[in-house]
């Protein structure tokens, strides 16, 4: 088997081409990736669902829009946090991913973790590719691989995160954020 270089910590960025409904100018920070695997979450899907709704323990924790984001198309039943916490030190109920970004476990009382949070998102599911799937996708060009910057996570327009990803990218990818949502009427 092919060694897997790890893209854990990175952003996904769905390209023009790719047209599935879910993943249409996604950005995924990917949580975990190795021969096994992916798993991630959109970072730019709010639902109309509140965080009080459904996790009223984290309600005021989490920022603008405190709302509920669509993490991906599996286990919508479940609840992801994802948190920023500055620093080396995380604290107990954190678990870091890539540089300041890292899980919450959810079961922890929020208030011990919500004096370090320098940001939190609570995601209903999660995006997951199989052995190899997500390299066959890059293979494709169906995503373009960016690194993350904490501020991603807790965007506070994440409808316009697409364009402003890829806006800040140092290569021909910039001017992909000129593309319109509907070249057809060019």
Known sequence: MTEVSSLTGRLL?????LTDPIFDRAVVLLLDHDEEGSLGVVLNRPTPVGVGDILASWAGLTGEPDVVFQGGPVSLDSALGVAVI????????????HGAIGLVD????PELLGPALGSLRIFA???????????GELN????????????????P??????????RRQRSELAMIATYPDDPSLN
């Open 125 to 135: 599911g999660y995006a997951g590719w199989g052995p190899g799937q997500l390299e």
């Open 13 to 17: 960025v769905a390209a023009p081409a």
């Open 140 to 155: 494709e060009g169906a995503w373009y691989v960016v690194e993350s910057e904490p501020g991603d996570v807790s965007s």
């Open 157 to 166: 327009s994440p409808e316009r995160l697409w364009r402003a990803v890829l």
């Open 106 to 109: 959810l079961e922890t009382p």
């Open 86 to 97: 500055p620093g080396d030190e995380g604290p107990l109920g954190w678990r870091r991913v």
